[in-house]
């Protein structure tokens, strides 16, 4: 088994980690706050380091999951930063949903020091990291991705070689429009339904299963009708990610109407103080508009 | 086996009555083209009527199955309609997707000459019908819709009891707005994957199954990429059934953004010439909006 750095142990990146100790990797963790990483800690072959620099030091795969594309590029490029110690033939692996851009640039700079680089962006949410059945998209290197893709497996189900860097990042923003759109849709049926006197109940068992359906129908459709808008993932994070999908839009000259619209509704449910709650709260924003009062 | 009117032979009807003649019913069809029930007509126990009122005659059951909401009026209420002939006791069994209001209605006036009335639209389509596998969603009276029950099973596989008059359609469109805003997503993310040179069946692959996934995305995905517009549902048949949503959202004061945008592109779809194309023509107009020509 390899030696492997894990830098940002979030709600992703600490059940993450603990699939690669589990499977057997040596591990050089990183993370902004210390506390998280005890119980990981409290094993065996498992160190703590005191910055991005110092995890990549002697690690054949460097791992990182931290919110945003400044994030990544301060935990790479900044002060201390990976790219000043990864060694060659070394893989940097971001877990992170950034800009494809930004994979692109930063992929150039680690490979001018024979570092590779991979955009390894997931879906599946806390649930799949915790039972390690995450998707992951890949974007880089072909031989990289081939090296790195068993030690992937620990923690995904699904893990498909999208492409040229960059490309694993665009496919997690197809993956954004359709979670949100689909969302935006599922909220306005229930709505509808609640307005004209429909049971909810009765209402999603007669259109779940047909042309109608969709996962997020299944997960969110219930949480909708009893009002829990404790978050699976939540508006201020799918806001990030909309935000990329319509910056990278804006740069291919592709016009989503509908992607807008559920940004901007999403704004709308971070102006009412539901940033933080789950993203099926856009119910509760179209509750709002539909009141007569 | 009972006496069945089955008024309306069309791509929908058609297969539906064969059902119930497979069932052992003895028919009494009616459609405007007499043409359509040649095949029906060969087999035994089954009659071709003149009218709706001949149809309806001597019946247990009287299916309708046809496009609008002037049409099931004129079928039921028009010149030599149903309710000249239904008798006492029978059930009108209404298939079309039509506006919940003229539901109540019709179901008001039938019952003044003690004749039930249940609204059951279907969803599954064309396919859905030939194998007898619809979503039935019906409305009206519960004795009544226990009556009919086990005969409607012979053309329907979900059968569910929405409630009372017009909340079968009302559940209906629940559907419809599920499935149109659904498919927009799905044009959306395909358009933004094809301008951004991503592989288009990598990318299906990479996010079906996750939480990007519907039964749209499935079955219309493969059809965007491949430019095939051939019809399972018509961008015409879905216009009308947006604008019985827009009709019962105005009159609830439900607030519906994302439906109204998508009826404004299936708008652009049919002022292009797709009317009579698949729904899934919707990535063909953003395809155009995309182009930098």
């Known amino acids: 088994m390899a030696t492997v750095a894990f830098i940002g142990l979030g709600v992703m990146g600490l059940p993450m980690a603990g699939h690669l100790q589990a499977a057997g990797h040596s591990l050089r963790l990183h993370s902004r706050r210390k506390g998280r990483a005890a119980k990981l800690l409290s094993r065996p072959n498992t160190q703590w380091t005191d ?9 054949e795969m460097i791992f990182i999951c931290v919110p945003d594309t400044p994030d990544v590029e301060q935990v790479i490029a900044g002060k201390q930063g990976v790219i000043e110690s990864a060694a060659a033939g070394s893989i940097v692996i971001d877990h ?3 800009a494809p851009s930004a994979t692109k640039e930063l992929g150039d700079r680690l490979g001018r020091n024979n570092v590779w680089f991979l955009d390894a962006p997931v879906s599946g949410g806390e649930v799949g990291a915790r039972e390690g059945t995450l998707s992951i998209m890949c974007g880089g290197d072909r031989s990289a ?46 709505i509808f339904a609640k307005k004209n006197g429909l049971n909810l109940d009765t209402t999603m068992r007669a259109v779940n299963g047909g042309a109608g359906s969709s996962w997020q129908l299944q997960r969110l459709g219930p949480k909708m009708i009893s009002a829990d808008n404790r978050p699976g993932f939540t508006v201020d994070l799918q806001q990030k ?53």
Chains 1, 2 share one sequence.
């Open 51 to 59: 910055s991005p620099a110092d995890a990549a030091s002697g690690a």
């Open 241 to 293: 990610d909309l935000r990329l999908v319509l910056d990278a839009s804006d740069g291919s000259n592709t016009s989503l109407p509908a992607t807008s619209l559920v940004h901007q509704l999403f704004t709308a449910a971070q102006a009412a103080g539901h940033g933080k709650d789950g993203t099926q709260a856009l119910f509760t924003v179209l509750e709002k508009l539909a009141s007569t009062h």
């Open 145 to 190: 991705f081939d090296r790195a893709e068993p030690t992937l497996r620990a923690m995904g189900k699904e893990i498909t070689y999208c492409g040229p860097s960059g490309t694993g990042q665009l496919t997690k923003l197809v993956n954004q429009i359709l979670v949100s759109v689909t969302t935006l849709g599922v909220s306005e049926a229930l």
């Open 96 to 98: 992170s949903t950034i």
